[in-house]
């Protein structure tokens, strides 16, 4: 019997539609919690409880739980293996971790609420910061994924490097990030949205999405 899950979430965050996605595409219903990271709900002492970290999102799985987007997709890949996000041949999962953490440990963090708030209260300076930071790493993507062709990250077969790369491109709009000058990013993005699954996890999909 398959166990409860219950995802706590914010509608915006990029690592909470890495893993809405994945539990859109694998078919796993779930019960949502949203948590409004802009009115600090992550740092109540209800939240902390459950997750230390107060960051978003969070799995619960019965009566245990597990944060970090990554960790959650990998502990859904192990157990229900169907609708794989990661390619059976070692060399090209290696390749598709290798893109995924260029996007989850190279250029998110950098985008989180917690530092571009210690880094400036001026918002425009935190656009920049984050643009600077996109911008660097859409640079790197686009040299690294020139290679491939198809509608995705590597080719006809969508997998975990499109579950990082279509909610980033999502943030580099947010920050006025010229998407034109990133041709394979922009297309990625645009071909995963026309697809169901991506859509269901997307952002303004959420029922605590704000206009």
């Known amino acids: 019997m398959q166990p409860a899950l219950t995802l706590y979430h914010y509608w915006r965050s990029s690592c909470s539609w890495r893993v809405r996605w994945a539990l859109a595409l694998k078919g796993l219903p779930y019960e949502s919690v949203a948590v409004n990271l802009l009115k600090s709900e992550q740092r109540s002492d209800e939240y902390l409880a459950l997750n230390p970290t107060g960051q978003v999102p969070m799995l619960k799985v019965g009566d245990r739980t597990v944060s970090e987007s990554m960790a959650i997709i990998e502990w859904l890949e192990e157990t229900y293996p169907y609708e794989p996000l990661l390619p059976k041949d070692p060399w090209d999962k290696a390749l598709v971790r290798e893109v995924t953490m260029m996007v989850v440990a190279g250029m998110q963090p ?7 708030r210690f880094y400036s209260e001026d918002q425009k300076q935190r656009d920049s910061w984050s643009q600077h930071f996109i911008e660097e790493g859409f640079h790197a993507l686009e ?4 290679p491939y062709s198809g509608p995705y990250a590597f080719g006809h077969q969508l997998t975990l490097a499109d579950i990082a790369i279509v909610p980033q491109v999502y943030n580099a709009l947010r920050v006025h990030v010229e998407m034109r000058r990133f041709p394979r990013m922009e297309a990625i993005y645009s071909n995963c949205l026309k697809t169901d699954y991506c859509d269901k996890a997307a952002p303004h999909r959420q029922p605590d999405a704000q206009p």
């Open 110 to 116: 950098l985008q989180n609420l917690k530092v571009t």
């Open 143 to 146: 040299k690294k994924l020139a």
